[in-house]
């Protein structure tokens, strides 16, 4: 049934007669707008009152049923329309001993907060956010850290990406965000990946 509703309105985009409601049509299936015109989901940048998190790119999407888990059927669908998040694709090749990053700070309790923001979501671990990076385009920098008492209480790693690469002096958001529980979310293990 689902599937049905689905390829219909992929026939309706795909032939073209309608253009504008497209992306609204793509915004109702996904449950959220995920082009980049939007930050791939997450518009207000972490840093930012009551933002959350895009996608969740990982292996336990039970912890996070209302945010868009980029595996799966999902995956085919995010490509027929290449202005939305991708699926990252699994290497080809075995990665060689580097993998493409240059660490620029390590284990802070600061966030990188810079203009240059383009999305952020949650993934398992930092080679999930480093890949994730990888499939966004134009993206040079991933941030991972904790979001402690953020995001819902997730205990997943924040991969938050810029495009261009940032150091510790950049690392400004320590959280401080009254939650919607009353609690009050700090920062730790904030790393940042510059792609070489
Ligand atoms: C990271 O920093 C915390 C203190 O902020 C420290 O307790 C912990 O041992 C550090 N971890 C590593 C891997 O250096």
Redesign the pocket.
Known sequence: MRLFAIFSVVVVAISGVVSTPVEIDLTSILGTNLASSNSYGAPLAPWKYGSVPGWYYGNYPERHRNIRCLKGWICKFLSWFPWLVQCPKPPHIPPPTSDGYTQTF??L?GATQAGDYMTYGLVDTIKDCKTMCNSVAGCKFANSYHDVNGKDGSTQLTCSLFATCHTASDATNTGGQTQPDGSIDYI??SDGWCKD
């Open positions: 390590a284990n309790t730790t293990s």
